[in-house]
């Protein structure tokens, strides 16, 4: 790998130049079967069980469209306000790789299923219009295992492939190029991810697990003189697969370019690779010799022609726009604007409203995902989604401390097992033995303990100072290491001393 | 030889309904006349005597038990080797796919066992369906029984063959720009392209997606029309297969064998016939014309003037669909390997190189680079798209032929049988063999070829073709058969009568 490119700082490189940003986003959708044959798309099955000659491409196999993947696919245009093709065609996307069976990839090329549509997010207070050039409907491709030290195709002592992913249904959405965003760029670019997602839930129409892959960013980044009005030549940095790192890859390319631009360099159109641990993008494919994919109409197929009254059903049953439903939740749960906007912004809205669904109050849900958790994941740089908790984790350590069965302390330490794959909340409860003590006697005795071992606050309390009870409560708390519910503790001090 | 091997498939299975014989003995017969005469005319390029056999002893079995599967249970048949076959080996006549061993059977192979034909095996082929000789199979070529230094037609010389030299009662074709038209003009057989999507395509290696079409190869129009019913229809596993009930073609084959052609208008396109065409082939064609005449039939003269593009078009359309279809044959997950000479650590694209180099033949590399330009970006709508635009054309003087006749009419093939070799070195000579064929597949409409007689010059067969409107093929059946009826009153009898004894070598069992 070549020496760490030279970077500009962000706030200079936005002083200087005017970015453009243009996101690529592949859903994987959650169909039972795949885009083209009837084999089943269950995530983490044994390599090369759920394949069929259809989509490995033996000799004389012949697809057929999966209708669901199509009804899927239309109902993501409708949600992004595009216009719904009355007749379109599946492409051949030819170039050779080994985890292609075919060595084309069935896809759509210039009649896209849908197109022109637009969307808003939301950034700071602030709403950027982002236009939707095209969705358009494509097989996965089969996943690559390289072995050997490197990680990648060169240097691998050998590769495998696993089939089970190829043909899966994704669409593509792919936006028009994002201006005027200035130095929030980054934001933009991850509040646009976001804000995919959960438009895909609400549509229920893919699991958008970032980290399973089932959604996957390219993000295309140039740059222009600050004020010139132009666009500069970009790139494309392929497979940058979690929210923080959208946010991260389209920082680290502004600082790249602009440093590369005030030297009198050109950006070189091409492919580039996301370092998740680094931080930083590295060249891949060149694209100035402009790939030739020869792309002509599927002829095993027949076009896709939508029947009118079919788009303008699933129009009519698609699920209230985002905003809409987003003023509806707030307005439910009572948070404040800003409360609300911390919320869509931490991506957590949807996790949010799923632990509310769960059966935690409305207050609860937020202070767990957007304090502690939203901690974690910082920590662990990974999105919140990812963290390995549960809606339903986070409304059972929720019900517990409602149930006096653990308090916040130890709610932490539930989460410490959850995140570490011990379990479910009660599993970790048992296996660490964090329940509070519940045992009056026990209680009551070390009451007792701290009561004799610091006589002045006890007599400051029999005077009324009931304030000063907090002291002994510590001293109580400490003593049971934490594991008792300090209201209870509370009582008992009182209880005994007026 | 058993008189069994000359009875065509229609009078086998009166014969296995009356309990005169049995599939077994029928099926036996057939693979005994296969070993006795495939030294010489390498029809087969795999024999599947065990399973043949298996496949009879369970028709016998239904029918004793009076369950037959239906009208052709027990008859056998031949299958291109270009349709996929669980458990027996599928090579479409290429190295690349020597030793491959299907897991699954094509919806027509499915069809043809439901029905309880036992399948004698795999049938020689140019590479992939590329030529009109069968020499450009990569296990050399098939010869043609009428003379054995002559080709039996392409890419199903094999098919052709193996009916004419008695080793099949039935066989399957596959037409994508006539062979199995043109195989049957020079071999004295009755060859039938369905209407595109009459039959599925699900499990056939596809040449050009939108032009192949597998049909029945046969001695009579009647075994076709039995062949047909039993292969066509709709299949859910191929998104471009018509949904509608076959045509009535049997009945058709046997109201057409009646004789009576009275208000049939018979379209002689201008465009096919005149220069180019064998002085010989040219006289069989008119008496044809004139005993269909004689019938009742009315003559028109209909002009298709885009068919003079139609092998400019063929030859856009299919080498870039070809070009894309065989990009699979990577020696990545099954056929041929080769590793790179003197490499040491090959990349995959290394061996996919060296594999595609070593497996395909000329003809085919020939096309796949033809189509990889014509589909090139920038040159696009120069070539493949102005090559839709013919089609569309082409399709349009069909419509137009269809409003004044009611089935057009050819001769199937310029010329009949040229010899083995004489056209390997000039590919434009070779394509010209079908250029009273392309028009039917680049407008999806049925054809069918009938003997027509010999050639005076050669004293070789010649064939008739006769094409319908899409959807119409038992048009097809009631004109060929009536004649095919007509000819062999003429005739005495089958012209494959006329054709020389082949050398029978003792049976080795």
């Given at each position: 790998m070549t020496a760490a490119p030279a970077l500009m700082s962000f706030e200079e490189a936005l002083e200087r130049f005017d970015p453009a940003l243009g996101l690529e986003v592949h859903v994987e959708l959650n169909t039972a079967s795949k885009m083209f044959c009837g084999c089943a798309t269950e995530f983490g099955a044994p390599p090369n069980t759920q394949v069929c000659p259809t989509c490995l491409g033996l000799p004389g196999a012949m697809p057929v469209v999966n209708g669901t993947a199509v009804e899927s696919a239309i109902r993501i245009g409708l949600a992004l306000n595009c216009s719904i093709a009355p007749w379109c065609r599946f492409a051949r996307k030819n170039y050779f790789y080994p985890d292609m069976p075919k060595n084309f990839q069935t896809s759509q090329y210039d009649e896209p299923i849908a197109f022109d549509g637009w969307t808003e997010v939301e950034v700071d207070g602030e709403v950027f219009r982002i236009d939707i050039e095209r969705a358009h409907m494509e097989e996965d491709t089969g996943k690559s295992l390289h072995v050997g030290t490197s990680g990648r195709i060169h240097g691998a002592d050998y590769s495998l492939v696993d089939y089970?992913?190829?043909?899966i249904p994704l669409i593509e959405i792919v936006t028009r190029p994002i201006r005027g965003?200035?130095?929030k760029a980054p934001l933009v670019a991850k509040a646009y991810v976001a804000h995919l997602r959960e438009l895909l839930l609400g549509l229920g129409?893919?699991?958008?697990?970032m980290e399973q892959g089932s959604l996957r960013c390219d993000v295309n980044l140039s740059l222009a003189p600050s004020g010139a009005g132009t666009l500069g030549t970009r790139t494309e940095t392929k497979n940058v697969n979690s929210l923080r790192s959208v946010e991260r890859a389209v920082r680290y390319e502004i600082g790249r370019q602009a440093a590369r631009l005030v030297d009198g360099e050109r950006v070189v159109q091409e492919t580039r690779h996301w370092h998740e641990d680094t931080g930083i993008t590295t060249a891949g494919r060149e694209k100035s010799d402009a790939e030739d994919y020869r792309y002509f109409p599927e002829p095993d197929l027949v076009p896709v022609a939508p029947d009118e009254a079919w788009v303008e059903r699933l129009r009519a049953e698609l699920p209230e726009p985002l905003r809409e439903h987003r003023a509806r939740l707030q307005k439910e749960w009572g948070f404040s604007d800003l409360e609300m906007r911390d919320t869509v912004g931490a991506g957590a809205l949807h996790l949010v409203e799923e632990t509310i669904a769960a059966g935690a109050s409305p207050a609860a849900a937020r202070k767990w995902w957007l304090s502690d958790l939203a901690r974690r994941a910082n920590e662990r740089g990974v999105d919140l989604a990812d963290l390995g908790v549960s809606p339903t984790d986070v409304a059972r350590v929720q019900q517990l401390v409602d149930e006096g069965k653990v308090n916040d302390k130890l709610a932490r330490q539930v989460f410490d097992g959850v995140v570490a794959g011990e379990g479910t909340p009660d599993e970790v409860v048992a296996s660490r033995g964090l329940a509070v003590v519940s045992d009056e006697g026990a209680l009551s005795e070390a009451v007792d303990r701290a009561i004799e071992g610091n006589p002045d606050v006890a007599a400051k309390i029999r005077d009324g100072k009931v304030a000063a009870v907090g002291a002994l409560i510590g001293a109580v708390m400490k003593e049971m290491r934490g594991q008792a519910d300090a209201g209870r503790v509370r009582e008992l001090i009182l209880e005994k001393l007026t | 030889m058993s008189d069994l091997v000359r009875r065509t498939a229609a009078d086998l299975a009166d014969a296995l309904a009356a309990g005169e014989t049995t599939s077994v003995e029928l099926t036996e017969a057939h693979l005994d006349r296969i070993a006795a005469v495939d030294g010489d005319?390498?029809?087969?390029?795999?024999?599947d005597r065990e399973g043949a056999l298996e496949q009879a002893r369970a028709s016998d079995e239904r029918r004793a038990a009076g369950r037959?599967?239906?009208?052709?249970?027990g008859v056998p048949v031949a299958v291109k080797d270009v349709l996929a076959t669980k458990g027996l080996p599928t090579t479409c006549g290429s190295k690349i796919l020597e030793g491959w061993v299907p897991p699954y059977d094509a919806t027509l192979v499915t069809r043809l066992r439901e029905a309880g034909l036992p399948i004698l095996g795999k049938t020689n082929m140019d590479e992939f369906a590329m030529g009109s000789s069968t020499e450009h199979s990569a296990y050399g070529p098939t010869h043609n029984p009428w003379d054995l230094d002559r080709i039996p037609g392409g890419s199903g010389g094999g098919s052709a063959a193996a009916v004419a030299a008695f080793e099949a009662p039935l066989a399957i074709g596959t037409d994508t720009g006539g062979s199995i038209r043109q195989p049957g003009a020079v071999t004295g057989t009755v060859g039938v392209k369905p209407t595109y999507g009459g039959v599925s395509r699900y499990g056939l290696v596809a040449l050009a997606n939108s032009l192949d079409q597998a049909g029945p190869v046969t001695r009579t129009v009647l075994d076709a029309a039995l062949l047909h019913e039993v292969i066509g229809g709709h299949d859910p596993l191929d998104s471009t297969s018509v949904d509608q009930p076959v045509p009535p073609v049997v009945e058709a084959a046997r109201q057409g064998a009646a004789g009576d052609m009275k208000g049939v208008r018979i379209g002689v396109v201008k465009e096919l016939t005149g220069e180019g065409y064998q002085h010989g082939v040219q006289a069989r064609f008119d008496e044809s014309v004139q005993l269909l005449v004689d019938a009742g039939a009315e003559v028109v003269e209909v002009s298709c003037p885009s068919f003079v593009h139609a092998l400019a078009a063929y030859y856009l359309i299919l080498p870039s669909e070809a070009s894309s279809n065989l990009a699979k044959f990577d020696a990545m997950r099954y056929g041929l390997r080769v590793y790179p000479e003197g490499v040491e650590d090959p990349s995959a694209e290394e061996v996919m190189r060296a594999t595609r180099d070593a497996g395909f033949g000329d003809e085919v590399k020939r096309r796949i680079i033809l189509g990889t330009y014509a589909l090139s970006s920038g040159y696009y709508d120069a070539y493949y798209g102005q090559a839709q635009k013919v089609r569309t054309l082409i399709g349009r003087d069909f419509a137009s032929a269809f409003e004044s006749a009611d089935v057009l009419v050819s001769p199937t093939a310029p010329t009949t049988a040229f010899k083995l070799g004489e056209k390997l070195d000039d590919p434009v000579a070779m394509y010209l063999n079908d250029i009273a064929t392309i028009p039917a597949n680049l407008a999806g409409v049925p054809g069918l070829s009938v003997p027509s007689g010999l050639a005076d010059e050669d004293a070789l067969p010649t064939g008739f073709q006769v094409l319908a409107p899409a959807l119409a093929d038992d048009r097809l059946y009631r004109v060929g058969a009536a004649l095919e009826a007509a000819l062999l009153d003429r005739w005495g009898g089958p012209l494959l009568d006329k054709a020389p004894a082949l050398a029978e070598k003792e049976t080795v069992r």
């Open positions: 089970n992913r190829a043909g965003t200035g130095d129409v893919s699991d958008v697990r | 005319v390498h029809a087969f390029l795999h024999v037959p599967a239906g009208p052709l249970d």
